[in-house]
């Protein structure tokens, strides 16, 4: 019986008749018709559709410049180019953008795959400009260098001038003024070249000025008194006197302090003389400092380091010979601080069991 029904209920289900009315298709003829949808319109960039179309627009004409840079350099017979000639390029150091504010320029966000990839595209338009600028092709460079620019921060000439040494300044009095630093210890050092007094500058006219004019030799200068010798010596060298030798000084003032009284100690004198040493010019300067903090260690290695920027400052000659005994840099070992529940910075206290 109900093998029946189910047979009897799928006849069912399926219908012979049309359930919706019948339609004469020349009454349709006259309806009017909804209007077609507009057709899209077409993107700007061919690379809309990747999500990133700012950011492979700019890589897209990176990419084309440097091929069309490489050619015109081919054509100019400029690349390939050797090793060694690649090697003595004079450098360039480009300041790119950072992520963050390449980013926020092309309004897209940048993974470090993409921000590689791009500054990667930089680099070889930049060694394209070196080489271009190198060869005399002032317009090429130029277009390149505006290119280049767009990417470049602005603040470029402060971070290349990070590190660098600045040039020391002369006063009115042909004096120089630099700073010394040593531990905890700074030393503001003023180097002055030697003056000479109007009487020794009238005794070396009058000498050159002498040995400048020929005489006869009826004519010589009489001998000045004899020089005493040796007692019981008649002839022989012994017999001569010693010539007066005028031996150079310089004078070093330290917190208006001659240098032998305020550094007792033969070591911290023999430091700050040493630049003198080196350089040959013991008797040709003389220095005034004031230092501060510290002990007399760190003040003596401060004094030297301020003498010898001063003395190649004014002697450029001289600092590769500076430069080559380490006197130009900073020591940059500092005392270790004091660490807590110990006497010192390592030194531990006395155990005791009770």
Request: avoid cysteine.
């Amino acid at each position: 019986m109900n093998i029946a029904k189910q047979m009897a209920g799928g006849a069912l289900r399926f219908r012979t008749y049309a359930t919706a009315a019948y339609v004469p298709p020349a009454s349709v003829e006259s309806m009017q018709r909804a209007r077609p949808p507009p057709p899209k319109p077409k993107p700007e960039s061919p690379t809309f559709y990747t999500g990133r179309a700012a950011y492979y627009d700019q890589l897209l004409a990176l990419e084309n410049a440097a091929k069309q840079t490489r050619s015109v350099l081919q054509q100019l017979q400029l690349l390939p180019l050797p090793r060694f000639a690649q090697q003595n390029l004079p450098p360039l150091r480009p300041v790119w953008k950072n992520k963050v504010d390449l980013a926020e320029l092309m309004d897209a966000k940048l993974t470090t795959s993409r921000y590689r990839r791009f500054v990667s595209q930089l680099n070889q338009l930049n060694e394209y400009r070196r080489l271009a600028e190198v060869a005399g092709h002032a317009e090429l460079a130029q277009r390149l260098q505006t290119v280049l620019d767009m990417f470049e921060r602005e603040n470029k000439d402060a971070i290349l001038a990070r590190g660098k040494a600045k040039p020391v300044k002369f006063d009115e009095y042909g004096r120089t003024y630099t700073i010394g630093r040593r531990k905890e210890s700074t030393a503001r050092v003023w180097v002055i070249k030697v003056q000479t007094s109007e009487g020794e500058q009238a005794q070396a006219a009058s000498s050159s000025a002498a040995s400048s004019e020929t005489q006869a030799p009826s004519e010589a200068p009489l001998p000045s008194a004899p020089a005493t010798g040796i007692p019981g010596f008649e002839s022989g060298p012994l017999s001569v006197g010693p010539t007066q030798i005028e031996v150079p000084t310089t004078n070093i003032l330290v917190n208006n302090i001659p240098l032998a009284d305020y550094f007792p100690n033969l070591s911290d004198r023999e430091r700050i003389v040493r630049p003198f040493r080196v350089a040959g010019l013991i008797g040709a300067f003389n220095v005034f400092a004031l230092v501060r903090g510290g002990g007399s260690t760190g003040q003596s290695g401060a004094l030297a380091l301020g003498i010898a920027k001063g003395l190649a400052a004014h002697v450029p000659e001289v600092e590769p010979l500076l430069r080559k005994a380490k006197m130009l840099k900073r020591d940059p070992r500092m005392v270790e601080r004091k660490k807590t529940g110990r006497a010192k910075a390592r030194k531990a206290y006395t155990w005791v069991k009770r």
